[in-house]
């Protein structure tokens, strides 16, 4: 746990001090935030068919762990997707929430049912929280101070950018008014600048949400009901005086909602802090930031970290952000304070060619990347005042200037900048990492690819990023009537690469003439922005320098190389905003994700453009930054990206192994068209009851019962002709839609007609199909779209299961299958291969490699330390590398714990008994990869089991998927399609066979468990399996020997336990215990 002297004082850092945090985790039990999210992050997005949350399922399946009442879940549940569903009323793509913004508005919703029905019992819980927690603490460890009814007044979010605390916010409003009684005399959004106001603004009208402009002229009775006024801090002041702009706090009396954007604003001084305190002090506060940590650290105030102790509802700052894939990757490289001229401007150089192979892999692949929305990269150059010019040394400076003149070098002298370039593309800059390496080292992967010269590069760095393929001086233009831009264009050139956007344009103009006269200075004759042009698709703008004055406020997904120059450490705020900004990703899909976190295959190099390259110049302040992203677990060292070459085993393949798979040219989703139509075969079941948890003390102890508060029921006609069809099949597209089922047509008048011919269940109370009020009439209108939802799911799951059984036929394994040509499109020789991502600083790591990549052999028979692989010759490449540490990555994944497990007792099995049990048999295995190259099932939801396993002799192949993996969370055996897959197999087999003119293939399945059995029976299905019970349905458990893998090798077929499938009996599928 980290502190921070103070004097004589400790100051425990904020992520130590999240009490309120830690007691929600708790009721979902969860010992740490870091618990929860890891537990919750793969759940699906969206709504069941039931209407439901996948969230709300997932909790549910939990357990006695979640410490909430099944009817508050499914209230909060449902409270959040009403609210979602008016903030998406008018937008033209429907938001879904992320996993993490479903949770932190769930927190919320216990948080304020709590505090307005029972408030005094909240304050209890807290305190009782408290008081075990301190008694957990060691001797000396700073205790947490108990809650008080003013700790009850504020909510804080602490976010990282990007992660959508926008959303939140109107999320947070509608929730807060859903809970509040009392009458509110205003609700206020407080920004940090008027850039932000206009933004908050666009945001609100989209979510329909009523907002304006604060206006002291137009406060009153006649304002529209529960309108957010907006305003920006630094007009806050405690009494009026004069004329100009500003708003005296005693405007806004009575019980005020207040929301407050960048909520670290404030921590280092008091009075902006006082007067929001103020507005708040007799109503309630949100507050968002993905800053409060720097924030208060930096001001080192105690009293205010313990106070978001107790007021932070939610953590997802960065180091949770980046680590579930979302946001680019980022490199950081930072010169000392005693950096000469000539190192600043071999660092600019290399930032130049750095986002010179960005902008130049945009333009040459756009096509391929576009599926990315990936934004055309920008360069940005950040200074240290809010002024261009400033006074260092009783001297005028600039960091703009210095800039300045380093582009004017560039264009002016191509010899010098040949050179650099040659030296940078070598690895001989002659800027060095504290391990003696050069930092660009294999920085320039693209380019160097390429195999241009020097003078080529530069050539096309002029045409292509100065749009000046002669080169020139630099020129300054004033752009007429805007006192805050210049233009940025070489000599001679027609168009504009880049703009200076300052404070004050005159002084820095003045400064230039002094210090810089070789650089020319004009005035254009146009008018308008440069600035605001930088987000169209066509603007040439490649180059954005400026002071701190943009770096709240302003919205853009283009940046992807910044240069810092100056950065102090009171800085620190700032800088990580403008770096949450930079690693801002759309991704595929509008994923939030760069790919290396999605599944499947993707373009050669579209890394250099998911990276944020940040050079830093005397930057006191990215030390400390790089610093606390380590300390919070995010990588911030160079990787080196290597190379290591599989062997495949060609022998085996020559034994000609099958799979099964739908042929490469074929896909449901593009082959089959549906219309959704009534299918008699099918029934749904929707369960909208209400269910209560009873508990009763006896003579055996406390008895509990859950008592349902729906029966079976079907909508009678006259409730069905209240119904807003147009409503349903508009809510039914959007669920279409969600799903991605491209291929299915649903007509305006299906769903009245579904309704009256398809077999379903309803479990609801009266009122539901019956409604006697409006309230009443939209519980009805939601139970049609949920029993047309699930039905929707059944029909299209059924048309592609008969799909897939008509399709799917044994295809011949060779080198060429995903599977085995691993990296082919990645690795430049196109052999197949691991990637492996070192970090730059291990050297005896990657000359260890890089020796065992020179003696192949070593890979296929000998294991070792610093690169842990299983040596076992039955799977089909070679080498099989096992997950060691953070210092290494591979690509694809080494194998986990569980998995590595299997293989090692796998090579015992083979080992004992090949001989024995296995003589006249030959056994091989394969790693299978995940979506995209490996073999699946349930296409939808995505299962690729780890491994497949062939068991050959003289007269068939058996084919069996192997899952080793935990299933503390696994759902009841008739909800778990994973380890039902032996089942699903059986079905396919027949028709597989019949197609593929194959009799002698089997297929089966197994899940390996890594759940302890004494453990996983308890929570499993109904509670009382016993060890044969799940052998029965293939369950087993890697406890004990390997004696347990004895059912994966059974001699039973399809023709002995009913044609088409196979599976152990219960005796033989219980191994030896």
């Known amino acids: 746990m980290e502190r921070i002297s103070i004097g004589t004082q400790q100051y425990l850092k904020l992520e130590h001090r999240l009490v309120l945090l830690a007691w929600l985790n708790s009721l979902f039990g969860n010992e740490s935030n870091r618990a929860m999210l890891e537990d919750c992050k793969e759940v699906a997005e969206g709504y069941a068919s039931d209407g439901r949350s996948h969230l709300y399922h997932h909790l549910l399946a939990r357990g006695s762990k979640v410490k909430i009442p099944e009817e508050d879940l499914a209230r909060y549940d449902e409270n959040i997707r009403e609210h979602l569903s008016r903030i998406n009323r ?156 500003s708003v005296p706090v005693e405007a806004f009396e009575g019980r005020n909602l207040i929301f407050v954007d960048e909520g670290h604003k404030g921590a280092g001084g008091q009075a902006w802090r006082k007067y929001r305190d103020d507005l708040g002090k007799t109503g309630f506060t949100f507050e968002y930031s993905a800053t409060f940590g720097q924030a208060f650290s930096a001001a080192r105030d105690d009293k205010l970290t313990k106070e978001y102790g107790k007021a932070i509802v939610f953590d997802y700052s960065y180091r949770y952000f980046y680590g579930d894939g979302f946001g680019k990757d980022f490199r950081i490289l930072n010169l000392r304070d005693d950096t000469n001229e000539e190192h600043t401007n071999i660092l600019l150089l290399g930032n130049l060619l750095s986002f010179y192979e960005q902008l130049r892999l945009y333009e040459e692949h756009g096509d391929e990347l576009r599926p990315y929305n990936l934004e055309k990269p920008l360069w940005v150059f950040v200074g240290s005042t809010v002024n261009a010019v400033y006074t260092e040394n009783k001297s005028p400076r600039s960091d703009v200037l210095t800039v300045a003149r380093f582009l004017h070098k560039v264009l002016r002298d191509r010899t010098w900048a040949e050179r650099g370039i040659q030296d940078l593309l070598a690895g001989k800059s002659g800027l060095h990492a504290p391990d003696g390496s050069d930092v660009f080292r294999e920085r320039f992967k693209y380019l160097t690819e390429l195999g241009e010269e020097p003078a080529a590069l530069y ?89 701190r004055k943009f770096m709240e406020g302003w919205n853009s997904w283009r940046v992807s190389a910044m240069g810092l120059l100056n950065i102090g450490r009171q800085e620190g705020s700032q800088i990580i905003q403008l770096f ?34 940040i050079f830093a110049v005397r930057a006191n302040y990215m030390a400390q930054f790089r610093e606390y992203l380590e300390r919070e677990g995010v990588e911030t060292e160079p990787v080196i990206e290597l190379t290591l070459p599989t062997w495949i085993n060609k022998k085996a393949l020559r034994k000609r192994l099958v799979v099964p798979r739908v042929p490469e040219d074929k896909t449901f989703s593009e082959h089959e068209q549906l219309i959704l139509e009534a299918d008699t075969n099918l029934k749904v079941r929707v369960d909208l009851s209400v269910k209560v948890q009873a508990m009763e003390s006896t003579a ?70 019956q409604p006697r009020t409006f309230a009443q009439r939209q519980r009805l209108q939601e139970a049609v779209t949920a029993i047309l939802c699930k039905y929707m799911d059944a029909f299209y799951r059924r048309r592609r299961e008969r799909w897939e059984t008509e399709n799917m036929q044994y295809c011949p394994l060779d080198e060429k299958d995903p599977n085995l040509a691993l990296n082919h499109d990645r690795v430049k020789e196109g052999c197949p291969a691991y990637v492996v991502l070192v970090k730059q600083s291990e050297n005896e790591l990657i000359e260890a490699i890089q020796k065992l990549v020179q003696e192949k052999e070593r890979l296929c028979t000998k294991e070792n330390h610093q690169l842990p692989w299983i040596a076992f010759d039955r799977h089909l490449y070679l080498p099989l590398l096992v997950e060691k540490s953070e210092a290494l990555k591979s690509i694809p994944p080494a194998l986990k714990e569980s998995e590595a497990q299997f293989v090692h007792d796998l090579k015992e099995y083979w080992e004992a008994e090949k001989h024995r049990s296995l003589n006249g048999k030959e056994v091989f295995l394969l790693r299978n990869l995940s979506r995209g190259k490996g073999i699946g099932f349930f296409e939808e939801r995505g299962f690729y089991p780890d491994f497949i396993l062939w068991v050959l002799d003289s007269q068939s192949q058996r084919i069996v998927f192997v899952e080793p993996h935990g299933m503390l969370h696994a759902k009841a055996y008739i909800h778990d399609e994973k380890a039902r897959l032996h089942e699903r197999l059986r079905e396919l087999a027949p028709e597989i066979a019949r197609r593929s003119r194959r009799q002698d293939v089997y297929l089966d399945a197994f899940i390996i468990s890594a759940t302890p059995f004494d453990e996983l029976r308890l929570r499993y299905d109904n509670g009382n399996w016993d060890k044969a019970k799940f052998a029965e349905k293939h369950i087993l458990f890697s406890e004990g020997s390997y004696e347990y893998l004895k059912p994966l090798f059974s001699d039973v077929h399809p023709r002995d336990a009913g044609e088409g499938g196979s599976t152990a009996p219960p005796q033989a599928a219980m191994g030896s215990r």
């Open 580 to 613: 949450g900004r930079g690693v801002r990703l759309k991704g595929k899909d509008l994923s939030l994700k760069r790919s290396a976190a999605l599944p499947g295959a993707h373009p050669p190099h579209i890394k250099i453009l998911e990276t944020l390259n």
């Open 90 to 245: 008018h937008r033209p793509k429907p938001i879904t929430l992320r996993y993490f913004q479903h949770l932190a508005a769930l927190y919320t919703e216990v948080f304020l049912d709590r505090l307005f029905n029972r408030k005094a019992q909240l304050l209890a819980d807290l305190n009782a929280f408290v008081s075990e927690r301190n008694a957990r603490k060691l001797p000396g460890e700073p205790q947490d101070e108990p809650f008080t009814e003013e700790d009850l007044t504020k909510l804080a979010y602490w976010m990282a950018t990007g992660s959508g605390k926008t959303l939140l916010l109107h999320l947070n409003y509608y929730q807060y008014l859903h809970y509040n009684r009392e009458l509110l005399g205003n609700i206020l959004l407080i920004t940090p600048n008027e850039g932000l106001s206009k933004q908050h603004l666009r945001e609100l009208e989209l979510s329909g949400i009523p907002a304006r402009r604060f206006d002291l002229n137009q406060s009153g009775p006649f304002r529209t009901p529960n309108e957010v006024q907006v305003l920006e801090i630094t007009k806050l002041v405690e009494e009026k005086r004069g004329g100009g702009v």
């Open 700 to 769: 055996l102890g406390l008895h509990t019962a859950t008592v349902q508060t729906g029966v079976e029921r079907r909508i009678p006609p006259e409730s069905l002709a209240l119904v807003d069809w147009e409503q349903v099949y508009l809510d039914l597209l959007d669920y279409k839609a969600r799903k991605g089922w491209c291929n299915l047509i649903l007509r305006p008048e299906t769903p009245r007609q579904l309704m009256g011919e398809i077999d379903y269940t309803l479990i609801a109370d009266e009122a539901t199909v």
């Open 459 to 547: 050539s096309d760095i002029l045409r292509r990023v100065f749009h000046a393929p002669a080169g020139g001086g630099l020129h300054l233009a004033d752009i007429r009537g805007n006192q805050e831009e210049i233009g940025l264009k070489a000599a001679g050139a027609n168009e504009y690469f880049g703009v200076i956007y300052i404070g004050d344009t005159s002084a820095f103009k003045r400064l230039v003439a002094e210090q810089a006269p070789e650089i020319t200075q004009e005035e254009e004759a146009i008018r308008g922005s440069l600035f605001d042009s930088i987000n169209r698709a066509d603007s040439p703008i490649h180059v954005l320098i400026g002071a």
